[in-house]
């Protein structure tokens, strides 16, 4: 019998959120924190070591015994290094449990030790953590215990941003700023903030643990980087919304418990349409929340996996032939006074604020669409942008029938005087109720669909940080927002000129709008007629953020310094051509070590067996014998060349210096090595005896779980 859980009571429990502050502090204090979550500021430390006593104090009624500076550097992952409350035994040998608003404030982890892009030297170890009293602290159960856990950026030294919360901090501030101009020539003067809102769907593989302990290539890189298909995929879609298995269930169960106790609103749960994979939604949240519950969300889906005895798998594309992981990232723009910018009511074509922002958005996306695809790019992503279950790299934006409508009657006229509606859904059974329709349907395909009241950001991969792709959504939203403000707010007739540059945008940016199915050769040819870019890979990608236009954008609204811009490129770079080579490398051990010794003992078999049959009867019939070892070592004479090709190429890449040079090196060079030596070993798999092959095949790790 499933245990009653108490969703209600235990949410947020391991939060100190609003609620456990006003709990915990003087009223005085509160308020004072408070106005520096709304307004911005800095604490005084009187009041800073106040909130950190009432912090300490409940992280040990919790049972904690350790702090820690939860930061999210550029390695993809979070950091954390942990302090306990203990101090100086006294001389009776007693030890108080202190933690100081200083202590709580700044931290100082080692900079150098952490991804910089050359903005740190080795020797130059300084760096920072500061707290960001927006997003709640927390304690983190595991098996080193409770630890607090406070949420805070990392800066170097010299002040440049070593981590995602810094830019995303500093983007939100840019949007809210420029968005609020947008607001104020609408009249809404009790709106004091706009907030960048933000929802990230998260997809993600299950597998035996035991079974992934036999795959030198999950183990190390996250994917298989060998595998022939199994007899079954997803073609029957048969997985997609499924009845969930009860081992599957009881780590769902297992894991929205975890979740709500760190105040993060699970909801949705689902089988995915691959085998073996699954789906977690949660309730939007600010974006820098959302940011650090979807690390929490990554983080805690592996470790209650392996309470169950699984792995979970993160990776975008961890099995060939069956669809990848991705995580849609869902951005609207809200007032804190309630009104959702994306939201275009029942007439949107009579809804000019939202056509105005509308227009901006997509002039966004147009300028900065090279941006967009840059912050969805991770070496993992490669392998499923443009394929069947994720959207193409081209950039587009999809509307729906009613907003495209409601465009072209602008764009043609300059006047939208009707929109198309919903209408009813008659289902044809007189005892089911008739249905309102949406007014436009969905497109799976599109990279950036607006779905309602919000953009739809599906190109995101499964394991990558949501920071990147949140950051150039608020800074190219800003950026366009700022420029409608300065022309707007400088117009005598400020109806006249919002009529006429709202036509201006969606007249000039009209060819990023596509409602059609982005998966089709005929939008890869339409998007090259209308000059849209098409960037295949990350390394291609990486550039755009060092481009003029890229750095003209994020220096005017103080997001990224070219500096930082510079260093996070180099560091991309860099990161691609290491996780490549450690897929390389691994490809090398497995092949050297498991397959081709495996095959050369079935080939010793299969030559034993003709030896032994001839022996025991001259006449008897060993063609099918004699016909596989042929074949067999036909595809291990094309296994042992490819390796050797794929050690050649790796030495030859590793001379060289430039990180951008290496990392292109590694996609033209040593990405086709691989998939040549992959190519072999998967036949293989096809033809020699299941005794014999050392590891689990696609059929043991995606069906038997």
């Given amino acids: 019998m499933s245990e009653i859980i108490d969703v209600a009571g235990i949410f947020g429990e ?27 500021g800095e604490l005084a430390m009187a009041d800073a070591d106040v909130v950190a006593k009432a912090m300490k104090d409940w992280a040990i009624s919790k049972g904690a015994t350790h702090y820690s500076h939860w930061f999210q550097p550029l390695t993809g992952i979070t950091a954390e290094k942990h302090d306990a409350f203990v101090t100086i035994p006294d001389e009776m040998g007693k030890v108080m449990l202190e933690f100081s608003g200083k202590e709580l404030i700044k931290g100082e982890p080692d900079a150098s030790s952490f991804p910089s892009g050359g903005l740190r030297a080795t020797f130059e170890a300084r760096g920072y953590t500061a707290w960001d009293c927006t997003s709640p602290a927390f304690i983190k159960e595991s098996g080193v215990g409770k630890i607090l856990c406070i949420p805070t950026a990392f800066c170097s030294y010299t002040g440049e941003a070593l981590d995602q919360k810094t830019p995303l901090l500093r983007s939100m501030e840019a949007v809210n700023k420029q968005a609020l101009r947008i607001v104020r020539l609408f009249g809404n003067t009790q709106a004091t903030k706009v907030s960048a809102s933000v929802g990230a769907e998260q997809e993600y593989f299950l597998v035996d643990k035991e079974k992934f302990l036999k795959r030198k290539d999950l183990i190390f890189t996250g994917r298989t980087l060998f595998g022939a298909p199994a007899p079954k995929g997803q073609e029957l879609d048969d997985q997609y919304f499924g009845v969930i298995r009860e081992r599957i269930g009881e780590y769902m169960q297992d894991l929205n418990k975890e979740l709500w106790k760190l105040g993060i609103t699970a909801k949705t749960q689902h089988n995915e349409v691959a085998p073996a994979q699954h789906e977690l939604a949660p309730i939007f949240d600010t974006a820098n929340i959302a940011v650090d519950h979807n690390q929490l969300v990554m983080e805690t889906m592996k470790r209650v996996a392996e ?166 959504l608020n800074a190219i939203a800003a950026e366009a927002f700022c420029e409608a403000a300065d022309i707007l707010e400088a117009a005598e007739d400020k109806d006249l000129a919002v009529h006429d540059l709202i036509k ?68 991309l770079y860099e990161t691609y051509a290491k996780k490549v080579n450690i897929e390389a490398l691994a490809m090398v051990d497995m092949a050297s070590k498991q397959y081709i010794p495996s095959v050369i003992s079935y080939t010793t078999e299969l030559a034993t067996s003709i030896s032994a049959v001839r022996e025991a009867c001259e006449q008897a019939d060993v063609s099918v014998q004699k016909e596989m070892l042929i074949e067999v070592s036909a595809e291990l004479v094309k296994a042992q060349k490819a390796l050797k090709e794929l050690k050649s190429v790796l030495v030859k890449v590793g001379k060289i210096e430039s990180q951008k040079e290496k990392a292109f090196a590694y996609r033209e060079q040593v990405f086709p090595a691989m998939d040549a030596l992959r190519a072999p070993i998967d036949v293989l798999e096809m033809l ?18």
């Fill in 14 to 40: 391991n939060v100190f959120d609003l609620s456990k502050m006003k709990e915990y502090l003087p009223k005085k204090v509160y308020k004072a924190v408070l106005d520096v979550m709304e307004n911005g």
């Fill in 307 to 472: 309470h169950h005895g699984m792995k979970c798998l993160l990776h975008e594309k961890p099995f060939a032939g069956v669809n990848g992981s991705g995580k849609h990232n869902n951005w609207s723009l809200n007032t804190d006074n309630g009104v959702n910018l994306l939201e275009p009511g029942k007439t949107p074509n009579e809804n000019i604020q939202f056509l105005l922002v509308l227009a901006c958005i997509i002039k966004a996306v147009d300028t900065h669409a090279d941006l967009l695809r840059e912050s969805a790019s991770n070496v993992g992503n490669e392998h499923r942008l443009g394929a069947n279950e994720a959207p193409p790299a081209i950039i587009s934006v999809f509307l729906g029938e009613q907003l495209e409508d409601v465009v072209n009657q602008l764009i043609e006229t300059g006047n939208a005087d009707s929109c198309k509606t919903g209408g009813k859904l008659e289902t044809g059974v007189s005892s089911l109720p008739t249905l309102s329709k949406d007014a436009t349907d969905r497109n799976r395909t599109s990279p950036f669909a607006f779905t309602g009241n919000k953009f739809e950001f599906r190109m995101v991969g499964s394991e990558d940080s949501i920071g990147a792709p949140n950051i150039t």
């Fill in 504 to 571: 201006k945008y969606l007249t000039e940016h009209s060819r990023v709008i596509f409602n059609g199915n982005g998966y089709s050769d005929e939008w890869v040819e339409e998007a090259k007629r209308r000059g849209l870019p098409n960037i295949e890979s990350m390394v291609e990608a990486v550039g755009a953020l060092v481009t003029d236009k890229a750095v003209n954008l994020y220096e005017k609204f103080g997001i990224f310094t070219k500096a930082e811009l510079e260093s996070r490129a180099e560091i």
């Fill in 688 to 705: 020699v005896d299941k005794e014999y092959w050392p590891v689990p095949s696609y059929g043991d790790l995606i069906f038997e779980v």
